[in-house]
């Protein structure tokens, strides 16, 4: 009796979902059927790559790529220029680009 209960309540609660559609079979098996639409799957992706560029401009809006490249590689270059006792080597600029660097998988460790 309990698993019938179980079984009213997620069918009810996949009701709402679409596409998702849940069947039960009378020796308590359940089978879970998706259907993918791949226009709809278009749209939204086209829309959450908009939406992400939007974004990203509106975010930085007054500055170029060239801007920031010109600002990230002076910064660096004043990383690396500067003594090794200075906060430039020693601060939380520093420790960014460290890990920066070994973010990527092809510097050794």
């Not at 849940?22 to 993918?36: K, Q, R, V």
């Not at 790559?49 to 975010?59: A, E, H, M, P, R």
């Amino acid at each position: 009796m309990a698993e019938a209960s179980a079984g009213a309540r997620l069918d009810a609660a996949l009701v709402s979902v679409r596409d998702v559609m849940i069947l039960s079979s009378e020796d308590g098996t359940y089978s879970i059927t998706f259907s993918f639409n791949p226009w709809r799957f278009r749209k939204q992706l086209v829309h959450s790559i908009f939406s992400l560029k939007l974004t990203v401009l509106n975010t930085v809006w007054p500055l170029t790529p060239g801007i920031w490249g010109s600002v990230c590689a002076l910064t660096a270059l004043q990383v690396i220029t500067a003594p090794k006792d200075s906060w430039w080597r020693s601060g939380w600029i520093a420790n960014a680009l460290w890990s920066w660097d070994t973010f990527f998988p092809w510097q050794n460790q």
